[in-house]
């Protein structure tokens, strides 16, 4: 937990961890973690005002949604990917976590899994270009980063 030692934050997300190990979820490590209802909600709120406005929606977090079954997903990735996918703003997830990187197309949101720059024999990023007029988000990958060009429509 990064709350400070004996928050009640904190405590709440040594109960969340604890609660996820006692059902043996893939995902209870304590190297991952979750977005809390305080912050969702807002996500969830922001997301609305994009909506209405007719803005896109890009957005990041170090852990990935998906695969769910994957165990270094967020610890609440079904609650989160519920509430993004309610709103057609969201184009796309841009997350790190698992080293060997990834990519998924679910309900029309791109979700794409960077490479950790742990591993690899020489540096790896990516510049990420957004063009709204051709519905396209382009992503030029450096070293063994992978090039992309994700559709939004």
Same mark, same amino acid.
């Given at each position: 937990?990064?709350?400070?030692?004996?928050?009640?934050?904190?405590? +709440?997300?040594?109960?969340?961890?604890?609660? @996820?190990?006692?059902?043996?979820?893939?995902?209870? &490590?304590?190297?991952?973690? !979750? *977005?809390?209802?305080?912050?969702?909600?807002?996500?969830?709120?922001?997301l609305q005002k994009a909506d209405r406005k007719g803005q896109?929606?890009?957005?990041?977090?170090?852990?990935?949604?998906?695969?769910?079954?994957?165990?270094?997903?967020?610890?609440?990735?079904?609650?989160?990917?519920?509430?993004?996918? +309610?709103?057609?703003?969201?184009?796309?997830? @841009?997350?790190?976590?698992?080293?060997?990187?990834? &990519?998924?197309?679910?309900? !029309? *949101?791109?979700?794409?899994?960077?490479?950790?720059?742990?591993?690899?024999?020489?540096?790896?990023?990516?510049?990420?270009?957004?063009?709204?007029?051709?519905?396209?988000?382009?992503?030029?990958?450096?070293?063994?980063?992978?090039?992309?060009?994700?559709?939004?429509?």
């Open positions: 937990a990064s709350y400070p030692e004996g928050s009640e934050r904190q405590k +709440a997300s040594v109960q969340w961890f604890n609660d @996820l190990k006692a059902i043996h979820a893939r995902n209870a &490590y304590d190297w991952n973690g !979750g *977005i809390g209802l305080e912050q969702l909600s807002w996500l969830d709120s922001e896109w929606a890009v957005l990041m977090c170090h852990i990935p949604l998906l695969p769910f079954d994957e165990g270094d997903s967020l610890w609440n990735a079904m609650e989160v990917t519920r509430v993004i996918e +309610a709103h057609p703003s969201v184009k796309a997830v @841009l997350t790190g976590h698992r080293h060997g990187g990834g &990519y998924v197309l679910r309900n !029309g *949101i791109h979700h794409v899994i960077f490479k950790g720059m742990v591993q690899g024999e020489s540096n790896r990023y990516a510049v990420i270009t957004i063009d709204t007029a051709s519905a396209r988000i382009m992503i030029d990958g450096y070293g063994d980063e992978t090039d992309r060009v994700l559709e939004t429509e």
